[in-house]
């Protein structure tokens, strides 16, 4: 599978973003995650999709603020990214299969205050 994130950009606290991560094949057979890494930090887990999209894990730094999902047809997984903070600012990764499998290119998300 080949994977094609987009969607970051500059946003203020308190705003949201939609990110987008595009695949060549049906995103279903695999376990779907975002991942993300800020200046000077280990890359962290924020949140899944598995099991064909019957099991969902989130970070509880993101928890009640984020929504992982996808299409119907399986094509495309997205990441809402609402009550942002300044903590959230990093690069995005959508990844498939974990850390030994596909990761698509990042995307800058930034928040300011």
């Known amino acids: 599978v080949q994977l094609q994130a987009s969607g970051g950009g500059l946003v203020q606290a308190g705003g949201s973003l939609r990110l987008s991560c595009a695949a060549n094949e049906n995103i279903f057979a695999f376990d779907m995650a975002w991942y993300r890494q800020a200046p000077g930090k280990q890359r962290e887990l924020v949140a899944e999709?598995?099991?064909?999209?019957?099991?969902?894990y989130y970070a509880d730094s993101v928890k009640g603020r984020f929504t992982i999902s996808s299409d119907n047809a399986g094509n495309t997984l997205y990441l809402q990214l609402s009550s942002l903070k300044l903590e959230d600012t990093a690069v995005y990764y959508c990844?498939?299969?974990?850390?030994?499998?596909?990761w698509g290119q990042g995307t800058q998300v930034t928040v300011s205050s």
């Open positions: 990844n498939a299969d974990g850390n030994f499998g596909v």
């Open positions: 999709l598995a099991h064909g999209g019957r099991t969902v």
